[in-house]
T-cell receptor, first 115, second 113 residues
Framework: AQSVTQPDIHITVSEGASLELRCNYSYGATPYLFWYVQSPGQGLQLLLKYFSGDTLVQGIKGFEAEFKRSQSSFNLRKPSVHWSDAAEYFC?????????????FGAGTRLFVKA | NAGVTQTPKFRILKIGQSMTLQCTQDMNHNYMYWYRQDPGMGLKLIYYSVGAGITDKGEVPNGYNVSRSTTEDFPLRLELAAPSQTSVYFCASHLGRGNSPLHFGNGTRLTVT
């Protein structure tokens, strides 16, 4: 069965420091991969996505992610974190094989930013 | 452009009561979903629909029902509320292609006591 693992429940980063959030997926075919961000009291918003082509994808707010098939990973990065990046981040994979384009989410990583 | 709209934002129910969470979207998306979000668990799919008149169970359907009479609306029904249904509920819609993202509402926070 498809699954997504985010091994870090929470991460604390100093403002201006770099960030990497880890994501591993289990999927039998070429995956459709997504990163979403959730601010408190809000729904999830798309950061970026990958489904083919260049394995380094750019998203909104200066985020990028790299798809590594050999490691089944899709880690999210940002060179310099801003206080407004504090939020919860979800990695997700779309199951395009069983109908309904169901999205499977990881458990999320909460990012804390310290001044 | 409203996108996906959920009502109510908050609700407290007593055990055994019933309620309907409303969801409507104005993007003409055929695919719609209900997720529940619990701390540390990510989002779990309750039910989904691929078009008007078609619904199917997700990962955690027990205790819930849905209907889809129009493309725009996808209400979620709780018949006999239980404390285990205390959660934040999100409705989302999708264009129906693998590389399309989900569009989320702002959620309904439900407490069952």
């Amino acid at each position: 069965a498809q699954s997504v693992t985010q091994p870090d429940i929470h991460i604390t980063v100093s403002e201006g420091a770099s960030l990497e959030l880890r994501c591993n997926y289990s999927y039998g075919a070429t995956p459709y991969l997504f990163w979403y961000v959730q601010s408190p009291g809000q729904g999830l918003q798309l950061l970026l996505k990958y489904f083919s082509g260049d394995t380094l994808v750019q998203g909104i707010k200066g985020f990028e992610a790299e798809f590594k098939r050999s490691q089944s990973s899709f880690n999210l990065r940002k060179p310099s974190v801003h206080w407004s990046d504090a939020a919860e981040y979800f990695c997700a994979v779309v199951d395009a094989n069983t109908g309904g384009f169901k999205t499977i989410f990881g458990a999320g990583t909460r990012l804390f930013v310290k001044a | 452009n409203a996108g996906v709209t959920q009502t109510p934002k908050f609700r407290i129910l007593k055990i055994g009561q019933s309620m309907t969470l409303q969801c409507t979207q104005d993007m003409n998306h055929n695919y719609m979903y209900w997720y529940r979000q619990d701390p540390g668990m990510g989002l779990k799919l309750i039910y989904y629909s691929v078009g008007a008149g078609i619904t199917d169970k997700g990962e955690v359907p027990n205790g819930y029902n849905v209907s889809r009479s129009t493309t725009e609306d996808f209400p979620l029904r709780l018949e006999l509320a239980a404390p285990s249904q205390t959660s934040v509920y999100f409705c989302a819609s999708h264009l129906g292609r693998g590389n399309s993202p989900l569009h989320f509402g702002n959620g309904t926070r439900l407490t069952v006591t």
